[in-house]
């Protein structure tokens, strides 16, 4: 449901904008990870002044800088090389009345994959289940999915930790998860609504969480930074805070803090959060997740000099073409 009062929706972004988390190429401590590090791996996506994706750079047009400092590139994948994907399928209740619909949209997806992607498919609900291991049959994944069932909670960070257990046994491939979801993990939830349970207004509901000091989270983004995983989040409409149909602050505070959650996710990892604003959208938003991964380029390298715990290392990528900007994670915290 859409709010058609003009002035709650602008009162209403506003406040979304608090929470929301600060872009890629943002320094601010608060907007990278802690990880423990030997070989930094990057996704990089690169595009020109019109934002069109640039896929024919080779290593030698990179530059990667750690803390100001010029790094030495160890290992380089071009935008065709296979990564090992694994598709998160939230079968929980809110998913059940457009099932169908959802299973179809990631069939579709499938096709639109290079031949080489292994895939995995998981769905969680309140449980979490692997459906197929990783593999390059899409006949074995696409029944998979039609074969994909659940109702009841919602163990969405379960299930990205699942998920990154699986793919570490991937070995050195390029990796990335793509989870469909509305983001409300019912545990996270319960927290939320004790933290805003005394809220009296939307801005003291939207101040009283702080939705990046979830360890779950942290937890997740630790481990996708060890391996160079990229999280791309699909975000249904049901748990957009825009379209609450009850506008209680309770309500908003825990909502706007399991999207901005979602967001966290994109972007310290260097993915993209789409959100579907309709749900015949969502197969074109699939393919365009698809497209995405074909415009990535990966490059790791060996960080120089001490490791010391909880030093903050900021990473820039630039290329040798100055008309050309790249995107990727901003840095990570040694442990």
């Known amino acids: 449901m859409y709010y058609r009062n003009p002035l709650f929706r602008t009162v209403f972004t506003a406040l979304l904008t608090v929470l929301a988390v600060a872009p890629i190429a943002a320094q601010d401590v608060d907007d990278v990870i802690r990880t423990e590090t030997s070989l930094v791996q990057l996704n990089v996506g690169v595009v020109d002044k019109q934002g069109r994706p640039i896929t024919s750079l080779t290593k030698n047009d990179f530059v990667i800088y750690e803390d100001g400092v010029k790094q030495s590139i160890q290992h380089f994948d071009s935008v065709d090389a296979p990564f090992s994907l694994a598709l998160l399928l939230d079968m929980s209740g809110s998913t059940v009345n457009f099932r169908q619909q ?74 990335a998860i793509v989870v469909l979801t509305d983001g409300l993990d019912t545990h996270l939830r319960n927290v939320d609504r004790g933290t805003v349970a005394n809220a009296q207004t939307n801005e ?42 009850l506008q209680t602050p309770s309500i908003l505070g825990i909502y706007a803090a ?78």
């Open 102 to 175: 959802l299973k179809l949209a990631s069939q579709r997806f499938l096709d639109a994959l290079a031949p080489d992607d292994r895939v995995s498919v998981i769905k969680f609900d309140r449980e979490v289940k692997s459906l197929t291991g990783f593999g390059t049959d899409r006949l074995k994944t696409a029944y998979a999915i039609e074969m994909a069932n659940g109702a009841g909670e919602t163990h969405f960070y379960d299930a990205l930790k699942y998920a990154l257990r699986e793919l570490e046994k991937e070995g050195k491939r390029r990796k």
């Open 204 to 245: 003291e509901a939207l101040a009283a969480i702080d939705p990046h000091s979830s360890a779950d989270l942290n937890v997740v983004l630790a481990a996708a930074d060890r391996q160079g995983v990229t999280i791309f989040p699909l975000a249904l409409p049901s748990g957009d805070p825009k379209r609450l149909p």
């Open 258 to 335: 399991a999207r901005a959650r979602m967001q966290s996710l994109a972007d310290r990892t260097g993915g993209r959060l789409n959100e579907i604003n309709q749900l015949q959208y969502m197969a074109q938003l699939y393919r365009e997740v698809a497209a995405n991964l074909r415009t990535l380029y990966t490059v790791a390298y060996q960080p120089q000099g001490e490791r010391v715990r909880g030093k903050w290392h900021e990473i820039k990528v630039e290329v040798t073409y100055s008309d050309l900007t790249a995107r990727t994670k901003p840095g990570y915290f040694a442990r």
